[in-house]
Nanobody, 121 residues
């Protein structure tokens, strides 16, 4: 079965960086659109960054200029480079990917289980 597993979260001081990874397991032929979301306690899950299959990227205003979404197609892995972290970035981060299992096949989407990012002052 297809799974997305996030890693790279942890406790870090403000101003430093983290790089989150979302590795896909299972037989995925290719990834199409991909995105990172985050959810802080008591708040709704919000879109942080997204990338279409054409390579168009979008970022939430709160992270623009600090975060970068990318992927390694060979390893079927999604990344989120997080620089200049702020305490308000503290949240559980989730990856989401749209993918196909075979060439020309139906598109599916899946969520990772989340990884905690805590930024201290």
């Amino acid at each position: 079965q297809v799974q997305l597993v996030e890693s790279g979260g942890g406790l870090v001081q403000a101003g430093r960086s983290l790089r989150l990874s979302c590795a896909a397991s299972g037989s995925i032929f290719s990834m199409n659109a991909m995105a990172w979301y985050r959810q802080a306690p008591g708040k709704e899950r919000e879109l942080v960054a997204s990338s279409t299959s054409a390579g168009t990227t979008k970022y939430a205003d709160s992270v623009k200029g600090r975060f970068t979404i990318s992927r390694d197609n060979a390893k079927i892995t999604i990344f989120l480079q997080m620089n200049s972290l702020k305490p308000e970035d503290t949240a559980v981060y989730y990856c989401n990917a749209h993918y196909v299992l075979v060439a020309g096949g139906e598109e599916y989407d899946h969520w990772g289980q989340g990884t905690q990012v805590t930024v201290s002052s």
